[in-house]
């Protein structure tokens, strides 16, 4: 199986091969062919608009070129194709993108600027090193691939060189870094990050080969420079193995680990387990495959001495070695498992009793406690709910939601707990989960603790309560 960045690669190559031959040969085939791989790869990787709407100004600007040249019926082909292969498809993605960008869906990156998001994280990611020199290595390749362009436009006659097929490379790969510094500045978005942005890897590096390409007719030892390539095959062999995809390097948790905490699960309500939001779908996978009875990863300020057991990589557990012992490692990934030192006792604040929904109700939310925060800045607090429910369908699609909210009533920070990760079945079954709320903030007024039941299913919390606690800081 093979994820949409990876599929969308193939399906660019196959749409940049065939824009190729449209700069040396034309076709309206190849422009039907062209378009609609490139378009795709836009539904596996909606990064790639940017692409999609650079190929359609290089097939117009090839169109318009060479109007004199081709007949009308291929004319009259090549306007609808363009249409409604080109324009009319990149319309949409584009309107799709404001849309989840409006929703708060594009949150992969950062807008903390192209060279620290973008260059260093597909240097990363594409070397497995924080070596700079591999990151200036690229800027090198990028230097020399934009003076090979700027030469073109020098020598050329009338912008002919924008539908040169040599340099096809080079016009995407250069539009595509103005383009995305542009979007980034008007419309805020992010920066694309790592696997997010790898498209750029390939348009760099056919840039760099068609330079070249182009420079030995004149420059007989440009060769010597060229040696410099044998890196990426060279890396490819000493980095490849066969034990591990780079999965399990990265984001992966040991069974053991899992195994661990549930020896030291002894109360009705599970351990808490700290960790960056990235170990949450390991995590919540195999306590759904367990019952769901363990805990959520607690990410909320990572990282942070709150909980009685964090999962952390070897680089981050300085951090945590005053309050915590190593008890589990693995070795591929180079994760430890660390149990705190003394669990931080907690002080009862407040608890509700006796809740239930008197019956069958679809109501979209249900409050499970709620108060003011006023004496509690900067305390870190435990919520620990126990509710008994019966949900006939499957699965049951609802949050229990921890709010802390600001004067203005907006929220500040939001935590939650999902029915459908830990498991199918809700009936007749006792919910006993946790939600730690770290360190909460100056400006917080309030807090709300709720069922969101997102589909509004019916569904009856028979019985339940809710206890607020708060933490008694060791650190």
Avoid at 130 to 139: D, G, R
Avoid at 244 to 251: A, Q, V, Y
Avoid at 274 to 289: D, P, Q, T
Wanted: aromatic share 18%.
């Amino acid at each position: 199986m093979c994820r949409g960045y990876g599929i969308s690669m193939a399906l660019l190559m196959g749409s940049l091969w065939y824009l190729w031959l449209i700069l040396k040969d034309g076709g309206w085939r190849h422009y039907f062919l062209c378009l609609l791989f490139i378009f795709l790869a836009v539904t596996a990787n909606l990064t790639l608009i940017i692409t999609f709407l650079l190929i359609i100004v290089l097939l117009l600007l090839h169109f318009l070129f060479n109007f004199k040249k081709t007949g009308i019926k291929t004319r009259i082909i090549t306007i609808i194709l363009l249409l409604f292969a080109g324009f009319l498809p990149a319309l949409f993605s584009v309107i799709y993108l404001f849309l989840l960008k409006k929703n708060g869906a594009l949150y992969y990156g950062t807008t903390n600027g192209f060279w620290d998001v973008t260059v260093k994280s597909l240097v990363r990611a594409l070397t497995v090193s924080e070596n700079m020199i591999f990151v200036y290595m690229a800027l090198v390749f990028f230097i020399f691939v934009l003076l090979t362009y700027i030469a073109a436009f020098i020598r050329s006659k009338k912008f002919l060189f924008l539908i040169e097929k040599n340099y096809l490379f080079h016009f995407l790969l250069i539009g595509n870094i103005v383009a995305t510094l542009m979007v980034s500045k008007i419309l805020h978005t992010n920066y694309p990050e790592d696997r997010v942005g790898l498209y750029f890897f390939p348009l760099l590096i056919g840039s760099v080969f068609f330079s070249l390409d182009i420079l030995q007719k004149k420059i007989r030892w440009i060769w010597i420079p060229s040696l410099l390539l044998l890196f990426f095959p060279v890396h490819f062999i000493l980095s490849l193995n066969l034990t591990h995809n780079t999965f399990f390097r990265s984001d992966r948790i040991p069974y053991s680990f899992f195994n661990d905490v549930q020896k030291y699960h002894k109360s009705i309500q599970p351990p808490t387990v700290g960790g960056n939001y990235m170990r949450k779908l390991c995590w919540s996978f195999m306590n759904f495959e367990n019952g769901g009875k363990e805990g959520r990863i607690q990410d909320d300020d990572y990282p942070n001495p709150d909980a009685d057991f964090q999962i952390v990589k070897k680089a981050d557990s300085g951090f945590f070695s005053r309050d915590y012992s190593v008890i589990d490692e693995d070795g591929v990934s180079g994760k430890y498992l660390l149990k705190r030192k003394k669990y931080l006792d907690k002080e009862i604040l407040s608890e509700y009793k006796g809740l239930h929904t008197n019956g069958e109700i679809n109501d979209e939310f249900f409050t499970l406690s709620e108060g003011r925060l006023d004496t509690l800045k900067h305390n870190s607090l435990y919520l620990g709910f126990n509710l008994l429910l019966t949900h006939k369908e499957k699965p049951f699609i609802a949050w229990v939601v921890v709010e802390v909210r600001g004067s203005d009533d907006k929220s500040i920070k939001y935590e939650f707990i999902a029915f459908d990760w830990l498991r199918e079945n809700w009936n007749n079954v006792l919910f006993a989960n946790n939600i730690l709320v770290h360190d909460v903030p100056e400006n917080a007024t309030t807090f709300i603790a709720y069922i969101w039941n997102i589909h509004k299913k019916k569904y009856t919390l028979q019985s339940g309560s809710t206890s607020i606690y708060r933490l008694k800081k060791d650190y």
